[in-house]
C-alpha cells in the first residue's frame, strides 16, 4: 500500500509539470475534441490522418507537437486516475479484511478518488468550454489537491513506521505553531490561485519591469473585470480575453500576494527552525525555507528573462514542493507519537 501511494504520489507530480508545460507550450487546445484527439487515440500525423483531422474539426488546424503535449499529458493523467482507483480498492479491502492487524485510511483514499474523477471532468470542460480561466485555475488547484492528499495519506500510512524508529515528531512547544502552519497554508492555497488565474489569463508578462510594474501602473489598475469567475461568452479564450489594464491588475495582485506569502512563509520556517529541537522538524523547516527561496528566484527570473518555459515549469513544481513541505511541517507540528493515526 505505502509503495502504491508513494507511486501515484511521484506520478501526480509528473502530471503537474506536464500540466504546467501543456499550458506554457499554448497546447491546450491541441486536441480539440476530448477524450480523444481529433477522434483518434493518439495524434494524426500522415498526411491522410491530418487531412481527415482537419475536415472533421475545420476550425483547428493540426499541430502536432502542441497535440502530443496534451495527449501525453492525458496518457499520465489518464494512469494517475486508474492507479488512485486502485489504492481506493485495496484500501477498502485491508480495512475489510479480518486478517489485517492495522485499520487503513478508507475516508482519504475514497475523497481523493472523487477529485481525480471530477478532475477527469475539469480537464474535459478545459477543451469544450475553450480554455475559459476559471476552467483552467480549477483544473491547476484539482491537480494540487489531488497531489496534497496523496502525500497526506502517505504520511498517514508511513507514521506507524516512523513511531517505531522511536523519534518523537511532535514538541509540545511548539504545537501552538501548528495553527500558524494552517494559516500558510491557506496563504499559499490563495497564492498559488492567483497564480493560476494569472496563467489561464495569460497575463504572466503584462509587468515586464522589477520590482514595480512599467509605466504609470497604478493608473492601470482595474478591478472590476479582472477577477470575474464568469466572463463574456467567447469562442475561444486562448490567449486571453481581457484588456491591458486588467491584466495588469491581476499580475500585480499576483506580486503583492507573493510578498505577503514570503514573508509569512520566511517567517514561520525561521521561528520553527530557531525553537524546534527535534531533527525532523528542523530539517522541514529548513526544507521549507530552501523551497521559498528558489520559488522566489524562479518567479523574479520569469519575469527578468520573459518567461523561459524551463524556468516557468519549474515555478509550478517548485509551488508544488512548497505546499507539500508545509503540509509536513503541519502534520508533525499536530502530531503526537503516542496516538493512533489510523483512526
Sequence with gaps: MRRLVLTSLLLAIVVIGLGAYTRLTHAGLGCPDWPTCYGLIDVPETSIQIAAAEQAFPERHVEPAKAWNEMIHRYFAGSLGLLIAVIAFVSI?????????????????LCILGIVTFQAALGMWTVTLKLMPIVVMGHLLGGFTTLCLLFLLYLRINARRINTQGEKLAE?????????ALIGITILTAQIALGGWTSSNYAAMSCVELPICQGDWLSDLSFEQSFDLIPPNQESYEFGHL???????????????AIITGAFLAWLAITIFLKAKTPSIKNTATILLSLLVIQISLGVSNIWFSL??????????????LMLSLIALTYKLRQNSEESLYE
Excluded: D, M
Aim: hydrophobic letters at 40%.
Design 308 to 321: 523561459p518555459l524551463k524556468v516557468a515549469v519549474a515555478h509550478n513544481l517548485v509551488a508544488a514542493g
Design 93 to 109: 479491502k485491508l480495512r475489510f479484511s479480518k486478517s489485517s492487524k492495522v485499520r487503513y485510511p478508507i475516508f482519504l483514499p
Design 172 to 180: 509540545s512547544q511548539l504545537k501552538k505553531y501548528s495553527s500558524y
Design 243 to 257: 484588456a491591458h489594464n486588467e491584466r495588469v491588475t491581476i499580475h500585480v495582485s499576483h506580486r503583492f500576494g
